[in-house]
């Protein structure tokens, strides 16, 4: 029993001397979450209606607002999250 007490400490001490520290790194950006913003749409040539106008700019403005505040958004909350990570360390 003595013996077995033995090996079993044995094997427990030298099991945790050869462990190697881990170390932990912030994740990088997925390449799916670097995707850029799409293309603005065109105003047909030869368009001579203002109306038209003035909804291919409002449509565009639009897509282009929706897009910066979800990359600006994206972007602060990443930063923020690695800020507090590395300030763990």
Same mark, same amino acid.
């Given at each position: 029993?003595?013996?077995?007490?033995?090996?079993?400490?044995?094997?427990?001490? $030298? &099991?945790?001397? &050869?462990?190697? #520290?881990? $170390?932990? =790194?912030? #994740?990088?950006?997925?390449? %799916?979450? /670097?995707? +850029?913003? #799409?293309?603005?749409?065109?105003? #047909?040539?030869?368009?001579? /209606?203002? =109306? %038209?106008?003035? +909804?291919?700019? +409002?449509?565009?403005?639009?897509?282009?607002?929706?897009?910066?505040?979800?990359?600006? +958004?994206?972007? *602060?909350?990443?930063?923020? *999250?690695? /800020?507090?990570? %590395? =300030?763990? /360390?």
């Amino acid at each position: 029993m003595k013996k077995l007490l033995l090996v079993c400490a044995f094997f427990a001490l $030298t &099991g945790c001397a &050869g462990t190697v #520290p881990v $170390t932990m =790194s912030f #994740p990088q950006v997925p390449e %799916e979450l /670097k995707t +850029s913003c #799409p293309d603005l749409k065109t105003i #047909p040539e030869g368009t001579t /209606k203002l =109306s %038209e106008v003035v +909804s291919n700019v +409002s449509a565009n403005y639009g897509q282009y607002q929706e897009c910066k505040i979800k990359i600006d +958004s994206w972007t *602060q909350w990443y930063n923020n *999250q690695k /800020k507090i990570f %590395e =300030s763990i /360390k």
